[in-house]
């Protein structure tokens, strides 16, 4: 089974690439094959058009808060808004996420999904620091127009499968709090270490008993994985573990429990599955 991972950014270029790292599952193992570089959206609607069967954990929020949805008065239904997102401008977008902050009072100016509060993530509507608000604008209405399956958002049965991902709740398992990646800063020892500590962890029969995956991958890849500062393709490779994790749970909702809003969207991965 061919699995991907995508690192994603709201604003790709030659500096800041989408990174789509590329698997095959076969049993238990989860083999590293490939990756590629996606400069901009059409590389990145023209990866999502590929022949299934294919199974792809991406780094974004596919949906927004409920309440935020009856505060802005937009379609409960996800197509439904997604579809009207996608038809705004950014700029009003934006403006309507500010405004209805504005309304809130301090220190509760964010809306949270259930997956969000569970995850430790920030909140879907977050437009600054890591502005996954601006990813979902620029991601959900791909996703409704390429005609994928998004789980559990839109389960019309295609091959091609979209699960949402957030490679920070894989890392925490091996790393804690501890950063691994350069963000802005330089990148330090330290962080080299935490990179090499989190891959071996992957490699590890840890990954194993979570997530039911051995992680093979040649030397290469190793040192790609540790060697980049930014921890674009490693942290594709975490958002890869997830989709694997979802695909052998396929049969399970892919690992969606119950209590989930589909409308609201969830990230793929068992430790939200413990409360």
């Given at each position: 089974?061919?699995?991907?991972?995508?690192?994603?950014?709201?604003?790709?270029?030659?500096?800041?690439?989408?990174?789509?790292?590329?698997?095959?599952?076969?049993?238990?193992?989860?083999?590293?094959?490939?990756?590629?570089?996606?400069?901009?959206?059409?590389?990145?609607?023209d990866f999502l058009q590929r022949r299934g069967p294919w199974v792809?954990?991406?780094?974004?929020?596919?949906?927004?808060?409920?309440?935020?949805?009856?505060?802005?008065?937009?379609?409960?239904?996800?197509?439904?808004?997604v579809g009207e997102v996608g038809r705004l401008p950014k700029e009003?977008?934006?403006?309507?996420?500010?405004?209805?902050?504005?309304?809130?009072?301090?220190?509760?100016?964010?809306?949270?999904?259930?997956?969000?509060?569970?995850?430790?993530?920030?909140?879907?509507?977050?437009?600054?620091?890591?502005?996954?608000?601006?990813?979902?604008?620029?991601?959900?209405?791909?996703?409704?127009?390429?005609?994928?399956?998004?789980?559990?958002?839109?389960?019309?049965?295609?091959?091609?499968?979209?699960?949402?991902?957030?490679?920070?709740?894989?890392?925490?398992?091996?790393?804690?709090?501890?950063?691994?990646?350069?963000?802005?800063?330089?990148?330090?020892?330290?962080?080299?270490?935490?990179?090499?500590?989190?891959?071996?962890?992957?490699?590890?029969?840890?990954?194993?008993?979570?997530?039911?995956?051995?992680?093979e991958m040649d030397a290469r890849w190793r040192e790609e994985f540790?060697?980049?500062?930014?921890?674009?393709?490693?942290?594709?490779?975490?958002?890869?573990?997830?989709?694997?994790?979802?695909?052998?749970?396929?049969?399970?909702?892919?690992?969606?429990?119950?209590?989930?809003?589909?409308?609201?969207?969830?990230?793929?991965?068992?430790?939200?599955?413990?409360?």
């Amino acid at each position: 089974m061919r699995i991907n991972g995508v690192d994603f950014t709201s604003a790709p270029g030659r500096r800041k690439p989408l990174i789509v790292l590329g698997c095959t599952l076969s049993g238990d193992s989860l083999r590293v094959e490939d990756s590629e570089t996606l400069t901009d959206f059409g590389g990145f609607e023209d990866f999502l058009q590929r022949r299934g069967p294919w199974v792809c954990g991406m780094d974004f929020p596919f949906g927004q808060p409920r309440s935020l949805l009856s505060a802005l008065g937009w379609s409960e239904k996800w197509e439904g808004y997604v579809g009207e997102v996608g038809r705004l401008p950014k700029e009003e977008f934006e403006e309507r996420i500010r405004a209805d902050m504005a309304k809130r009072p301090a220190g509760s100016k964010w809306r949270y999904r259930l997956a969000d509060r569970r995850s430790g993530s920030s909140s879907a509507m977050m437009l600054f620091r890591v502005p996954v608000g601006k990813m979902f604008y620029q991601g959900a209405p791909r996703l409704l127009a390429s005609g994928v399956r998004v789980e559990p958002c839109r389960r019309n049965g295609d091959a091609r499968v979209a699960v949402e991902a957030y490679p920070a709740v894989v890392a925490r398992r091996f790393l804690g709090r501890t950063a691994y990646k350069r963000d802005a800063a330089p990148d330090t020892p330290e962080r080299r270490s935490a990179r090499q500590k989190l891959l071996a962890g992957l490699e590890s029969a840890v990954l194993s008993n979570i997530y039911g995956l051995k992680l093979e991958m040649d030397a290469r890849w190793r040192e790609e994985f540790v060697g980049d500062p930014s921890a674009d393709a490693l942290d594709s490779l975490l958002c890869a573990v997830q989709a694997a994790w979802a695909y052998e749970k396929r049969d399970e909702n892919y690992g969606v429990p119950p209590e989930c809003d589909p409308d609201e969207g969830w990230i793929l991965d068992p430790a939200l599955l413990d409360d």
